[in-house]
């Protein structure tokens, strides 16, 4: 990254001056954004979760820096057939109970996936293929699908392995206490405060390399200056998110070090296409509207190509970010050419708006986290200042991921702004966020809009079972350009991952947004 002249404010250089290596050469303390809603793994799908997920529990396969994919408790996988995927296990791992991993483990994951109560972002979509699990031997599966699944390795290395023998019985609240956090990861559980802190312990016979910390703690620090003092103080050894503010300073100073790798998480705004009366909507006058305008593509077109979104990625990002109209960015396989990022013109907009009958626009809230991004906040108020300039007055009203999700879920929001992270292809938020959300097909788990489109479903369908690579990415591309042209979201752009830490430490950056204890290494 570029150097660039701004200085740390004097008091977070004094700060910066108290800094010093922790007690304990061995002890890692991580400060992480959000906190996560809860330690079950199949509870919530995202990012904050995933960070404590990931560290007690191990997935079948594991995702490289640059989302390729390496043995991890599946030690070999081929299909054998159209529909059918043969998996053998790692032999020799054992759960921090001391009871070995088997293939049991795996069938009984698969099906809890879709039946935890209340899970507000599911991970239905990573298991939706599946027909059923035969169990060949205690170190082999066969996987049956339901038609011919060419991702199925990629979906499930989203899903975390649980205990049979634990999980059967166990609740969400039981994984939360402690009790049923029983994992293969290389990590073990000590102590989990909700919205505070956890601690680990390292599991010292987990099957991978043997992580550099004995003790690990994650502290939850959801604002940005908190994250930054923390860090400058020597309280906390690394912090993901760092405000783009701070990164020049950080860049500069020797006794930081950062590091990057370019994202695969889309931040989007998910307009309510499902409620008649558009909640948290008003006529200029504050009465009720009369339908739901943006059921209207006029409407939901004026509101995307009202959005600069050069200028959000130059201005609020400040280069932490690319522009971008879909899910991959370019480069990446099934990225569409037919879908480029929206051109900025609020002139057309407002002849959109005109058109679809709302020549003077209309009021509306921009509901937003104030804990999961830290450019969520100043991204809000960018977008609502450019939407009133079409006459569409916006203001914007912040709340924590704990209560935003459970309300987004529910459709209470005219819009929702959110992060998805794509496995290196398009198929996986198709699948999730845009197909429609039925709960037979295992459809639109992510589905926060309400957008359903028979077509873009059967496309998807039809692409995530063609075998040949070559045409699958075609039907692809195919349905990202259906989505996008509909405006079924509204992309605003790709995120690039960064973490800080203290010298003396070295975090293996990726493609995943998730941080990994694993990842953090005393440097030689």
């Not at 006029?298 to 600069?308: G, K, Q, Y």
């Amino acid at each position: 990254m570029t150097k660039r002249s701004r200085r740390l404010p004097a008091l977070l250089l004094g700060l910066a001056a108290l800094a010093a290596t922790p007690a304990g050469a061995q002890t890692l303390t991580m400060g992480v954004s959000a906190a996560p809603s809860s330690v079950d793994p199949h509870f919530h799908n995202g990012t904050s979760n995933q960070t404590l997920t990931y560290q007690l529990f191990d997935t079948l396969f594991e995702r490289q820096p640059d989302t390729s994919l390496t043995p991890a408790l599946a030690a070999s996988w081929k299909p054998i057939g159209d529909t059918v995927w043969e998996i053998r296990l790692r032999p020799g791992v054992i759960f921090t109970d001391g009871h070995p991993f088997t293939a049991e483990d795996v069938a009984f994951t698969i099906k809890r996936v879709p039946e935890v109560p209340n899970a507000t972002a599911r991970y239905i979509g990573s298991v939706r293929s599946i027909d059923r699990v035969e169990i060949v031997d205690p170190l082999t599966l066969h996987i049956h699908t339901k038609g011919p699944s060419p991702f199925l390795p990629v979906d499930l290395s989203n899903v975390a392995i649980v205990s049979r023998h634990i999980g059967e019985t166990a609740t969400t609240e039981d994984y939360n206490s402690g009790k049923a956090a029983i994992g293969t990861g290389p990590y073990r559980l000590v102590s989990y405060r909700a919205s505070d802190q956890v601690e680990l312990a390292r599991n010292d016979n987990w099957w991978g390399r043997r992580p550099d910390w004995e003790k690990v703690t994650i502290r939850f620090l959801p604002n940005t200056g908190g994250r930054t003092a923390a860090l400058l103080s020597g309280s906390v050894d690394l912090i993901d998110t760092p405000s783009p503010n701070d990164l020049p300073n950080f860049e500069k100073d020797d006794r930081f070090r950062v590091w990057q790798h370019p994202g695969m998480r889309l931040v989007y705004l998910a307009p309510n296409l499902q409620s008649d009366a558009l909640p948290m909507a008003t006529d200029n006058d504050g009465k009720p509207l009369a339908t739901n305008p943006l059921k209207d593509l006029r409407v939901r077109e004026a509101l995307s190509i009202a959005i600069n979104r050069d200028g959000l990625a130059r201005r609020i990002m400040q280069g932490t970010a690319i522009p971008n109209g879909q899910f991959v960015p370019p480069g990446a396989y099934s990225y569409a050419p037919q879908a480029p990022v929206p051109a900025y013109d609020p002139a057309r907009a407002r002849r959109l708006l005109a058109e679809a009958g709302y020549p003077n626009g209309f009021r509306v809230v921009l509901p937003l986290t104030n804990n999961t991004r830290p450019t969520d906040p100043t991204t809000g108020q960018a977008i609502a200042q450019m939407w009133t300039q079409i006459g569409v007055q916006t203001t914007v009203e912040a709340m924590p991921l704990a209560a935003y999700s459970p309300r987004a879920a529910r459709m209470e929001f005219p819009f929702s702004l959110f992060g998805w992270g794509a496995a290196g292809h398009s198929g996986h938020p198709l699948v999730n966020v845009v197909n429609t959300n039925d709960r037979e097909k295992l459809t639109g788990s992510f589905n926060r809009s309400g957008y359903s489109n028979p077509a873009l479903d059967e496309l998807t369908a039809r692409a995530l079972a063609t075998m040949d690579d070559k045409q699958r990415e075609s039907l692809l591309q195919e349905a990202v350009g259906m989505a996008m042209k509909d405006v079924s979201i509204i992309p605003l752009y790709q995120l690039t991952n960064f973490w800080v830490t203290r010298k003396g430490v070295a975090y293996r950056a990726s493609a995943q947004d998730y941080t990994q204890a694993k990842e953090a290494t005393l440097e030689k």
